[in-house]
Structures are given as structure tokens and as C-alpha cells.
């Protein structure tokens, strides 16, 4: 069952958000810090009582399994470009041991569902390059590349 999350599951979504967290800062120890101390598990709160965003669960057996924070979003127009609607997935994950048992798709369908709702025509997100399993997830569920960030060091 996928549903929006109550106040009090927000702990639990924490540790599911470090588990990101932790996947973030294997991949690019260069820029995540190594930490999930107050301050960031504070986010989900703010993120929870902001009335521009959703915080989405999955739950198997009574157990919150995965997350997902959308935001709403309206791009004003500008001279260059066309005025934008769209639904954000911010974060989303999934517990290491629920992966691979379709609990993100069924996550997916609830976000779908929602934007349309919401009378946007659009979902976006932007991800690490280096998390290949993501990339596949959301390559296998629609998405598409649109733009991409590059880098160059020294």
C-alpha cells in the first residue's frame, strides 16, 4: 500500500533516508558528508508541514518500506522559456531489504497518480550519475534525460 505519510512514521522514514544518505556518500565521498546528524533529519519535517510538497510511504505488513518527498512546482515564464508546471520527486527510496520486490514502482504509480491529479503534465527528479540502480529503475518505469550537468576537475 503506498499512501501519504503521517507525522509520527517520519522517524521511520528517517532511516530509510539515511540508507540514501549512505548511498550518496559511498558514491560521491567528494561532495556528501559522511553524516545524518539533527539537522538533517529535521528536513522531513519541514518538508512534511510545507503545503507545497508530499511525503509519500510504502508500507508491507505494517512496515513503512520506502519514500518518496514530491514538491509542486509552477516555473513562472521567462524570456527564455514557456511557463512550466510539474510534480518534483525530491528524494525517494527504498529499504535495502525490501529493493527488488516492486515497492518503488508501486511508489512510481501513486506519484503518477497524484500529478495528475494535481493537473500537471509532468514528473521530473535529477539523480547521481553513479547510481546506476536508480538510473535503471527510472529508466525502466519512463523517464527520460532531458538535460544533464557535467564537471570537469583539476
Not at 519535517?45 to 503545503?51: G, K, L, N, T
Not at 503518477?112 to 535503471?136: C, H, T
Request: proline share 2%; with cysteine; net charge negative.
Amino acid at each position: 500500500m503506498v499512501r501519504f505519510a503521517e507525522r509520527h512514521e517520519l522517524e521511520r522514514v528517517n532511516e530509510i533516508r539515511k540508507q540514501v544518505n549512505d548511498v550518496h556518500c559511498s558514491g560521491r565521498p567528494d561532495i556528501f558528508a559522511p553524516n545524518f546528524d539533527k539537522e538533517m533529519q529535521d528536513i522531513i519535517y519541514s518538508v512534511w508541514e510545507d503545503e507545497n510538497f508530499d511525503v509519500i510511504v510504502a508500507v508491507r505488513n505494517g512496515i513503512i518500506c520506502g519514500f518518496s518527498t514530491a514538491q509542486r512546482f509552477v516555473k513562472s515564464s521567462s524570456p527564455y522559456s514557456f511557463e512550466r508546471k510539474f510534480y518534483q520527486i525530491v528524494e525517494f527510496g527504498v529499504d535495502e531489504e525490501f529493493r527488488r520486490q516492486g515497492v518503488a514502482t508501486e511508489m512510481f504509480d501513486f506519484i503518477k497518480k497524484r500529478s495528475k491529479e494535481l493537473g500537471f503534465d509532468r514528473i521530473e527528479l535529477d539523480m547521481w550519475e553513479f547510481n546506476e540502480s536508480a538510473l535503471k529503475f527510472y529508466e525502466s518505469v519512463g523517464f527520460k534525460t532531458y538535460r544533464r550537468y557535467m564537471e570537469f576537475e583539476f
